[in-house]
């Protein structure tokens, strides 16, 4: 070992190995994964680009959308499954064109029968006993992961921002069978806010 690097005791590694590891937590296993010539130049090109940062935050991207979207329980390729509901990836041009063959006066009678079916889907993939007031905020994340958009509360009112569903009276509908509420639209274009006018859940304040 050449002089001017000291070599290092073992009372210096375990004093190293404290500093580096987090008070109360285990040390982190390390892991080698062994990548395809393909696999590993397709990651290099998305670094490469700008589209991913690194391997590591990638790979802990890919975890989270697999825990997320329940990969777990798809039939990869063509059945995929979220809970007990099987979902598909469609297009919003494809939805807009079903719901303007619809009649504009079943808007919201077809939304809230689409709430009420999700309802269901909600409360089993999220183990949930009933959709009430206190468990929103697990719903809404729920409906954030699946493209249906990002829905925030604010006093009484709901702000749902990049809807997947632009009309408000069909989306308007499905929040109300899902969440069990009455909601007034107060504009018509995206960022939407609906104001809470009645909760019909048993535990939430009106």
Do not use: H
């Not at 005791?9 to 580096?20: A, R």
């Not at 690194?54 to 798809?74: A, E, F």
Request: net charge neutral; charged share 30%.
């Amino acid at each position: 070992m050449p002089a001017n690097i000291p070599s290092m005791q073992s009372g210096d590694k375990q004093n190293l190995k404290e500093f580096l590891q987090k008070d109360g937590e285990a040390p982190a296993k390390r892991t080698t994964i062994i990548l395809e010539k393909e696999e590993r130049e397709y990651i290099d090109a998305l670094i490469r680009d700008g589209k991913e940062p690194g391997i590591k935050p990638l790979i802990s991207k890919m975890l989270d959308v697999y825990r997320s979207m329940m990969v777990y329980d798809w039939r990869f390729p063509g059945e995929y499954y979220c809970g007990i509901s099987r979902i598909a990836f469609v297009n919003v041009e494809l939805l807009n064109i079903l719901i303007q063959q619809t009649p504009k006066e079943k808007w919201r009678e077809i939304g809230i029968k689409m709430g009420s079916a999700l309802k269901v889907s909600m409360e089993t993939t999220l183990d949930l006993p009933a959709i009430t007031r206190s468990n929103w905020d697990k719903i809404f994340k729920r409906l954030r992961v699946q493209g249906l958009g990002d829905i925030a509360t604010k006093d009484k009112y709901l702000l749902v921002k990049t809807p997947f569903i632009n009309e408000p009276e069909i989306l308007g509908g499905i929040l109300e069978g899902l969440l069990d509420v009455e909601l007034d639209l107060k504009n018509t274009v995206p960022p939407l806010v609906f104001e809470v006018r009645k909760t019909l859940a048993s535990d939430a304040p009106t």
